[in-house]
């Protein structure tokens, strides 16, 4: 079974704009979480989506969003981008939920100048 | 606020020794998780065991166990005969049972494994 797969693996944006990240989860999982990780901060929760609808979110700005689709693929967006949003952006799919355990994706490399 | 602490942020260890990674959380909670997850250099989390808190047998996985100590809220791991494979990042990480599958992780420990 293929694991989480996070497109793209690296990205360079400059301030100001906006960039958009894809999680494909395993197959059959229909929870998708996503986390911030920085040197500073550690590994920070952004959002987790089960069946296209937002379940829980973390301490973040409003120009951090994300949406799931019905095939259980997920994007996260951010806007106006910062130079502290550079950092690794990881992603985990679930099974369901309660007792499941989330695995996680290689992650996206996000890189703001 | 649950949090998770990890007190050494490196470690080291000769290959084919053993070595412990500490771990203390805090919650209010009585039923919840346990995580450690494995983060080689440039590569993926990996899981490497987890620990439900109503099980008082502890969760062994190979070479990979833990010492869980609920009253204490203390999760250790040991690794066994360590490889040079192990070397990685390792993640303390904890999550409620119910309502919110926000995984809250330690800032981890460098093991570094000594040839």
């Known amino acids: 079974k293929a694991g989480v797969t996070q497109t793209p693996r690296y990205l360079i944006k400059t301030r100001g704009q906006q960039v958009t990240l894809s999680c494909s989860p395993i197959?059959?999982?229909?929870?998708v979480s996503w986390y911030q990780q920085t040197p500073g901060q550690g590994l920070q929760f952004l959002f987790e989506?089960?069946?296209?609808?937002?379940?829980n979110k973390g301490n973040f700005p409003g120009r951090f969003s994300g949406r799931q689709f019905s095939n259980s693929r997920s994007e996260m967006n951010v806007s106006t981008l910062e130079l502290g949003d550079s950092a690794l952006y990881l992603c985990?799919?679930?099974?369901?939920?309660?007792?499941?355990?989330?695995?996680f994706g290689p992650g996206t490399r996000l890189t703001v100048l | 606020a649950q949090t998770v602490t990890q007190s050494q942020p490196e470690m080291s260890v000769q290959e084919a020794e053993t070595v412990t990674l500490s771990c203390t959380y805090d919650?209010?909670?009585?039923?919840?998780?346990l995580f450690w997850y494995k983060q080689p250099p440039s590569r993926q989390m990996i899981l490497v065991i987890r620990?439900?808190?109503?099980?008082?047998q502890n969760a062994t996985e190979n070479r990979f166990s833990v010492n869980f100590q609920k009253a204490a809220k203390s999760f250790s791991l040991k690794i066994s005969d360590s490889q040079l494979g192990d070397a990685a990042m390792y993640f303390c990480?904890?999550?409620?049972?119910?309502?919110?599958?926000?995984?809250?992780f330690g800032t981890g420990t460098r093991l570094t494994i000594i040839p």
């Open positions: 985990a799919s679930m099974r369901q939920a309660g007792t499941d355990t989330q695995y």
């Open positions: 197959s059959g999982h229909r929870s």
């Open positions: 989506y089960f069946s296209e609808t937002q379940r």
């Open positions: 919650t209010s909670e009585s039923d919840y998780y």
């Open positions: 620990q439900e808190a109503y099980k008082q």
């Open positions: 990480a904890y999550r409620a049972n119910f309502g919110n599958e926000k995984l809250t």
